[in-house]
C-alpha cells in the first residue's frame, strides 16, 4: 500500500488566493482527518469524516476553510481566501475502523501564504 | 487545563542512556494512548500504543500507563542518536476513538 498521499508537497501562494489541498486514504480506512501544525500552537485536529460524512469539524478555524469527501479515496481541504496565518504543514490522516485502531498520516503539505 | 500535556523539552539525554518522556491528560475516560515520533520535516509515525494500565514493551520502547494518576509515559532504553525527534503523546477523548488530542510534543536529542 503507498500510504496516505497528498499533494501537493508543498504550496506557495499570495494571501486572496484560494488553495486547494488533496488526500487520498489509505484503501479500506473508512476515517479521514485534517490537521494543521505549527509551532506555536502544535498538531490541531481541523475536521474527519467517517465514511465520507463530515462528523466534527468544530477545530476548522474560520468559514474560509472547508473541506469535502466526495468518495472513500479523495478528500479536499480548501481555504479561500487565504492569509498569511494559514501558513502551516497540513496533514491528512486515515484509520480504519474499530477500536484504539491508530492513524496514518500523509507526508503533509507546507503551505506559505505570502 | 490543556486536554495532553507534555514537557516541551529540549530533553539531552547521553547516547545509551534511557530517555524517559512523560504526558498527562485530562479526560478521564480517555481508553486509547498513543506515542507518534516526529523526524523534523517529516509526518508522525506511531511507535506504540497502549490500552490498559502497566506497562508495555517493544524492543527499547516501554509505554506505561496510569489511568488513576491520568499518566502516560515512554522509556527509551540504550538512547541512539536515531532516536533524536520530537514524540508526540496522543489520546483519544470523550469516549470517542476518531476525536485524538495531541500534545505539544517533546523534542528529543541524544548525543554521541
Known amino acids: 500500500d503507498a500510504g496516505v498521499i497528498q499533494s501537493p508537497r508543498h504550496e506557495v501562494t499570495e494571501m486572496g488566493q484560494e488553495v486547494t489541498l488533496r488526500c487520498k486514504p489509505i484503501s479500506g480506512h473508512n476515517s479521514l482527518f485534517w490537521y494543521r501544525q505549527t509551532m506555536m500552537r502544535g498538531l490541531e485536529l481541523l475536521i474527519y469524516f467517517n465514511n465520507n460524512v463530515p462528523i466534527d469539524d468544530s477545530g476548522m478555524p474560520e468559514d474560509r476553510f472547508s473541506a469535502k469527501m466526495p468518495n472513500a479515496s479523495f478528500s479536499t481541504l480548501k481555504i479561500q481566501p487565504s492569509e498569511p496565518r494559514d501558513s502551516a504543514v497540513y496533514f491528512c490522516?486515515?484509520?480504519?475502523?474499530?477500536?484504539?485502531?491508530?492513524?496514518?498520516f500523509g507526508p503533509g503539505t507546507r503551505l506559505t501564504v505570502l | 487545563q490543556k486536554e495532553v500535556e507534555q514537557n516541551s523539552g529540549p530533553l539531552s539525554v547521553p547516547e545509551g542512556a534511557i530517555a524517559s518522556l512523560n504526558c498527562t491528560y485530562s479526560?478521564?475516560?480517555?481508553?486509547?494512548f498513543f506515542w507518534y515520533r516526529q523526524y523534523s520535516g517529516k509526518s508522525p509515525e506511531l511507535i506504540m500504543s497502549i490500552y490498559s494500565n502497566g506497562d508495555k514493551e517493544d524492543g527499547r520502547f516501554t509505554a506505561q500507563l496510569n489511568k488513576a494518576s491520568q499518566y502516560v509515559s515512554l522509556l527509551i532504553r540504550d538512547s541512539q542518536p536515531s532516536d533524536s525527534a520530537t514524540y508526540l503523546c496522543a489520546v483519544n477523548v470523550y469516549g470517542n476513538n476518531n476525536d485524538m488530542r495531541f500534545g505539544a510534543g517533546t523534542r528529543l536529542t541524544v548525543k554521541p
Open positions: 490522516a486515515s484509520r480504519s475502523g474499530g477500536a484504539g485502531n491508530e492513524q496514518f
Open positions: 479526560d478521564r475516560v480517555s481508553q486509547s
